[in-house]
């Protein structure tokens, strides 16, 4: 989340603290995107910020339905969202701090922490590690990436003391943490990618920071992803590639380091807000928040190619529509969906399944909304 984002979040209204009825209908469609599908899907959660709610759903048999007890209120302006890898604890950071909750075996979320946040810190992104016991974060304008120690077992941090790592920037826009366990990525802006070693036996789990310049000077790093396998890495961002659209999806060699030969790739659209590498490691996807000459965004896919160890990507034929101002994209634990929140609606939420003719492309069979517009989803986050 940009500053200019966190001011805006600022300036809503206080009365939608305090009410979830009233700021919640149910989804308006049931799976009539472009295409339909009897397909069903894993628990997920979208986070409106205008309405300080946490919208949680599945689909069943293509139809948006609403878990137990959803929406749920959030204790105050929601900024993030992150859910522990052990689908037992999500983490929401807001204008008071970050607070966590419970999930029960049906989806439903409840405040835990006797409604006490676990930090005071207002991130902007988060992540929880694979063993469930840090809750890595970022909070803008402050040089840092902190990792809060949490017990896997309650979710709440634990008596140990919160541990952090300078930067060599400030605009912190998005963490992410390799799936081995073994590196925290951090995208700062104009400032770059922070690259920093993660060690979950130390007390401090931060090491030392590298940092990944911009490849434009007039550029800024946006997003941060890795793949499954641990194979590559990935950065959004802005001024990457030439012409109307600027926007670039860079990836690296994640043992090496080293960025593949063809990279930036061209991310058909100007902000690339979120980067998804699916779990088969075949394809991997960017949501652009802009796109130059339209009102909406777009996602842009590349199919991921191996040989004797040599990555390289290549660009799907098309891109796929989105809804306005789209920033946060993930995968189902279906494997069947992916899903794409859009913060200035039309809709809030977009569902794909993968098209069984063209592989890698998506077809859009979900187009709802998470609240009563303006809801202004500006995360989604699924189980894992």
């Not at 929401?92 to 922490?113: H, K, P, Q, R």
């Not at 922070?194 to 789990?205: I, K, L, Q, W």
């Not at 802009?290 to 290549?314: D, E, K, P």
Request: charged share 10%.
């Amino acid at each position: 989340m940009t500053i200019q984002k966190w001011a805006t979040l600022a300036l809503l209204a206080l009365p939608f603290l305090a009410g979830c009825k009233g700021f919640w209908d149910a989804p308006s469609t049931s799976g009539t995107g472009t295409g339909t599908t009897t397909a069903s899907s894993g628990n997920f959660y979208v986070l409106n910020a205008k309405t300080s709610q946490i919208a949680g759903y599945y689909i069943n048999a293509g139809v948006v339905t609403a878990l137990t007890g959803s929406p749920y209120t959030v204790p105050a302006l929601p900024i993030a969202i992150a859910l522990a890898p052990n689908n037992a604890f999500l983490y929401v950071s807001t204008a008071n701090g970050i607070y966590d909750f419970t999930i029960a075996s049906n989806g439903e979320l409840s405040l835990g922490n006797s409604s006490a946040p676990i930090s005071s810190d207002q991130a902007v992104s988060m992540q929880v590690d694979a063993s469930n016991s840090w809750l890595v974060e970022s909070v803008s304008g402050a040089s840092l990436v902190y990792a809060i120690p949490i017990n896997s077992s309650t979710g709440a941090a634990t008596s140990k003391t919160e541990q952090f790592v300078a930067l060599p920037a400030s605009t912190v826009q998005q963490v992410a943490i390799s799936p081995d366990n073994l590196h925290v990525l951090v995208a700062m802006g104009a400032g770059g990618t922070a690259v920093v070693p993660f060690n979950t036996a130390n007390p401090n789990p931060l090491g030392v920071v590298s940092t990944i310049p911009v490849e434009n000077a007039a550029g800024a790093a946006l997003s941060v992803a890795v793949d499954p396998s641990d194979r590559l890495f990935y950065i959004g961002e802005t001024v990457a590639t030439s012409g109307s659209n600027t926007g670039g999806l860079r990836a690296f060699n994640f043992t090496t380091l080293k960025e593949l030969s063809g990279s930036p790739y061209a991310s058909a659209g100007l902000a690339p807000y979120s980067i998804l590498p699916i779990s088969t490691g075949d394809y991997v996807y960017v949501v652009n928040r802009q796109v130059s000459g339209s009102s909406t965004g777009a996602i842009a896919g590349f199919s991921v190619l191996s040989s004797n160890s040599v990555y390289s990507l290549t660009a799907l034929g098309s891109t796929f529509s989105v809804g306005t101002n789209p920033e946060s994209l993930v995968e189902d634990n279906t494997g069947t969906f992916v899903l794409a929140s859009d913060f200035g609606g039309s809709p809030d939420l977009k569902g794909y399944t993968f098209d069984t003719t063209n592989a890698g492309y998506l077809d859009a069979v979900i187009s709802s909304s998470t609240g009563t517009d303006p809801v202004e989803a500006t995360a989604i986050s699924a189980a894992h």
